[in-house]
């Protein structure tokens, strides 16, 4: 009796350690990475959003979006957009560098009269900034200082459907950009 009772236990200890052995098998295999033309959409999707957020120290960042709040709040009555730091670069987990270039536009009606980008830049390295208003186009270079540097380009329009701003920071720029819009005979 003893004899059938042990056989039984010893029976029951390898089948429950082969399931121990299955489970723990196929938990690593689910956390294993397979490569299979079957794989998922969601296998599928780009990579993760890059690491780095700003490329100047914290101090610096505040200090320049000060500077453009203090000109908007200086210039309330003709203010028409403002656009806080961001960087020149971001960095992917892998440590590759991207340029950030800046492209935006605004397609509400801009009235007839005199419109004023202010672009401002603290770091290293230049920026190649453009204004349009309809047909109307002025672009500048821009270097960036430890400090802030700034430069307003203007444009005259009769009015028109879109205006945009495109901001392109050169390869080796490591800064913070940031600009406001203003219509000063508004």
């Known amino acids: 009796m003893n004899t059938r009772l042990a056989t039984k236990t010893k029976a029951a200890i390898i089948a429950a350690a082969i399931s ?10 689910m956390m294993t990475p397979h490569g299979s033309s079957n794989d998922s959409a969601a296998s599928k999707q780009p990579a993760k ?13 505040t200090k320049l979006d000060n500077a453009v709040q203090d000109a908007v709040e200086l210039n309330r009555e003709s203010f028409r957009a ?21 492209l935006d536009t605004d ?6 009269g005199t419109y004023q980008l202010t672009v401002y830049c603290m770091g290293s390295g230049t920026l190649n900034a453009s204004f349009s208003i309809g047909e109307q ?18 444009i005259r329009t009769e009015g028109a459907s879109e205006g945009q701003v ?7 720029s490591v800064s913070e950009i940031a600009y406001w819009i203003n219509h000063p005979n508004n």
Not at 166 to 172: G, H, L, V
């Open 20 to 29: 121990l052995l299955a489970l723990a098998v196929g938990l690593i295999w």
């Open 49 to 61: 959003a890059p690491v780095s957020e700003h490329v100047l120290d914290k101090r610096s960042v």
């Open 82 to 102: 403002s656009f806080n730091a961001r960087p020149s670069y971001q960095t992917d987990e892998t440590g590759k560098r991207k340029t950030m270039s800046i």
């Open 107 to 112: 397609s509400s009606p801009w009235d007839a």
């Open 137 to 154: 186009y002025e672009d500048r270079t821009v270097s960036c200082t430890d400090d802030i540097a700034q430069e307003t380009l203007t």
């Open 166 to 172: 495109s901001i392109a920071p050169s390869e080796d």
